[in-house]
């Protein structure tokens, strides 16, 4: 099976043959990949060399923890991409966006209202967890549809306090 | 004289305290909330008690119902820890009101060090320098902080008055700021201090923030440890302290450590405590704030001195003279510590929740880590997000940074993000190794991404272990499919279809 895995505008194509042979941008490759303990962490040697990585399956991709560096792909296989490149690619600034909680904790402030015109970067909420005030940010430029919560309200983790249009 | 220590904190620094009573041969006695049951301090003290709901208010801040513990476990004395109840004068004045004792120092120099326009007022008198601000002005309204700016001059901070941490604190690079900042510091300083009171203080540019450990018997001796480098910060919150500073030479540290050492006897100064300093680049150093308590970066002091700060707080409340002088402390090789905290580096260091599910930490040579939790133990949000602390020693600077980059390397905490490739990019810094850094390097000169070379060979291996992955997880949701199907024998198949056709 052949795998497309994409990050910022580089991208490389994986192939995985039955016998688990590997070949990397059409390069054979010898390696032998296992998880450890159940757990998200990954060993691979290849060609001798030995990595050993944090990978996080997620809906938009997969994580990668590699020495220190992380790296978000997009993974595809041959039919996914050709399905994508034939509806002439994701549309990724339009839609209606959620924030989520990404933890729980208290709404300390909301400096923006329903309505407004946002741009990406702004705060929209202010969060307070872990003795902290964390500020959630605008992701992109939109407009404030609805807003969910109120100013003292106790959030659990992943609730949606606002969406974005 | 006491036997059993009462330890007024959780997470790391209980442990650490439970540490040296053990060594001491001495009992502990923790305290816990609901929601630390399992926590490691309540399972590694002798006796433990409940205070109360997870909520700080409801449990580590209870000084009625520590004190009630104390007496009826009959602990001969409480130790704060830092954080929580460590700097409230009302805490340790109520613990000597109970006839315990507070290891720490007396209530009278926390009040003085405490309300930082007397703790300015006192070292300045003492002839301390002071950085420019208007500290020690009372509790200003918005619009006399307004008037009085221009006269520190731009730019400059707003600190909350209860403060600490870098809570309630706002940076103002122009006037027309100043009135938003001004109510977002009070905000902050009001939900985590219950005060909302700030002034205004010069910023240094290119400052860098040395401490000096300062120890200190009921005799009158006070010593100072060396000093310590604490530059590297986020938002006023410290991410990495060493000792000895880079910046440091022997004549300065005499300078500094004498000028340290009459701030403590400024306020009668009784065991452990910190002389924060703001130090410009021609070395002019300024006082900053004494934190009355055991900091969280001690141990990077008792690495290159030997000495064992939290027993030597217990032997100065016992009453005992200092062992040693100022002549006996020598440093010897170099120390580093990384606060590994329960966030992500990769997305505005957002705290991250969760249940650890796996931790395995550094061991090796020169390596220590001080931590209060373990894998199955959830990271909850109402303590910081401090997980533990990872110090190493190495004989030179650079020998300890190639011997943290291995640490850090083999430390893996799973469950939630933490910020453990932060320090891995630190550590690989051309600035961080050249020592070449002030208290502004992380936010203004410091990125979390790869340099080019490096990152080519690492993006292709990172791209096969995606694929891997990905191949993986397509795989098992097939069987998944496949197996439930028909998830029982063909046997009972045919007979349910008898049954049907009856």
Avoid at chain 2, 151 to 163: H, S
Wanted: contains cysteine.
């Amino acid at each position: 099976m052949k795998y497309i895995a994409s990050v910022d505008d580089q991208s490389f194509e994986i192939e995985i043959r039955p016998n688990d042979q590997l070949v990397v941008n059409g390069e054979p490759v010898e390696a032998d990949f296992q998880s450890v303990g159940d757990q998200p962490v990954y060993t691979l040697l290849l060609n001798g060399e030995s990595f050993e990585a944090l990978v996080y399956p997620s809906d938009r991709g997969v994580q990668v923890l590699l020495r220190g560096r992380l790296f978000d792909f997009v993974v595809e296989d041959e039919r996914q991409r050709r399905l994508r490149q034939s509806s002439g690619g994701a549309a990724v600034q339009s839609g209606e966006y959620q924030l989520k909680a990404p933890m729980p904790g208290l709404i300390v402030a909301i400096p923006i209202e329903e309505g407004q015109e946002i741009k990406s970067g702004d705060d929209l909420i202010i969060l307070e967890s872990m003795k902290m005030q964390n500020e959630l940010k605008a992701p992109r430029d939109g407009i404030v549809n609805r807003i969910r919560v109120n100013v003292g309200d106790n959030v659990d983790q992943n609730q949606v306090l606002l969406t974005l249009s | 004289m006491f036997n059993k220590v009462l330890i007024a904190n959780r997470g790391e620094i209980a442990v650490r305290v439970i540490r040296a009573c053990r060594e001491l041969g001495m009992n502990t006695v923790a305290v816990y909330s609901e929601a630390d049951r399992t926590a490691l301090h309540v399972r590694q003290s002798d006796e433990a008690y409940l205070l109360g709901p997870a909520a700080a208010r409801d449990s580590y801040l209870r000084i009625d119902k520590i004190i009630e513990i104390a007496e009826k476990s009959g602990a001969g004395a409480i130790h704060p820890g830092y954080g929580f109840l460590a700097e409230r004068d009302d805490f340790a004045q109520a613990v000597e009101d109970a006839g315990l004792i507070f290891i720490g120092p007396r209530p009278s120099a926390i009040a003085a060090m405490g309300d930082k326009a007397v703790a300015r007022a006192t070292v300045t008198a003492a002839g301390v320098p002071v950085v420019p601000g208007t500290e020690g002005e009372g509790d200003l309204r918005n619009e006399d902080l307004l008037d009085l700016a221009p006269a520190i001059g731009f730019p400059l901070l707003i600190k909350a008055t209860a403060g600490g941490g870098g809570k309630g604190m706002r940076e103002v690079r122009k006037l027309e700021d100043m009135p938003g900042l001004l109510e977002s510091a009070r905000r902050e300083a009001e939900a985590a201090f219950g005060d909302g009171n700030v002034y205004l203080e010069k910023l240094i540019e290119g400052a860098r923030h040395i401490e000096f450990q300062i120890l200190a018997d009921t005799q009158g001796n006070v010593i100072h440890l060396g000093e310590r480098e604490c530059s590297l910060q986020r938002r006023h919150q410290k991410l990495l302290e060493e000792s000895p500073s880079p910046f440091m030479n022997d004549e300065l540290r005499v300078r500094m450590g004498e000028v340290a050492c009459k701030a403590a006897q400024s306020v009668d100064y009784l065991n452990a405590g910190t002389i924060e300093f703001l130090v410009d680049k021609d070395e002019n150093f300024y006082f900053l704030e004494m934190n009355t308590r055991l900091q969280v970066e001690h141990p990077v002091t008792e690495l290159v001195t030997g000495i064992d700060i939290v027993k030597e707080q217990i032997r100065i409340a016992r009453g005992r003279k200092l062992r040693y002088t100022q002549e006996d402390i020598q440093m010897n090789g170099w120390a580093m510590e990384c606060r590994i905290n329960a966030e992500d580096p990769y997305a505005n260091f957002i705290p991250s929740t969760g249940v650890l599910n796996s931790v395995i930490p550094p061991s090796g040579p020169g390596v220590r880590v001080d931590t209060g939790v373990y894998a199955g133990f959830e990271i909850s949000p109402f303590y910081d997000s401090l997980i533990s602390k990872l110090i190493c020693w190495g004989e030179t600077r650079g020998e300890t940074i190639l011997r943290m980059r291995r640490a850090l390397e083999e430390y893996r905490i799973l469950g939630v993000k933490t910020n453990i490739p932060f320090h891995q990019n630190i550590m690989d810094s051309t600035r961080f190794i050249a020592g070449s850094f002030d208290t502004r390097f992380v936010e203004e000169r410091f990125s979390m991404d790869t340099p080019e070379d490096e990152r080519e060979h690492l993006t292709t291996i990172a791209a096969v272990m995606a694929a891997l992955v990905a191949h993986r997880e397509g795989q098992q949701a097939a069987q998944i499919v496949r197996r439930s199907e028909r998830d029982t024998s063909n046997w009972k198949w045919v007979s349910r279809w008898e049954r049907m056709n009856r």
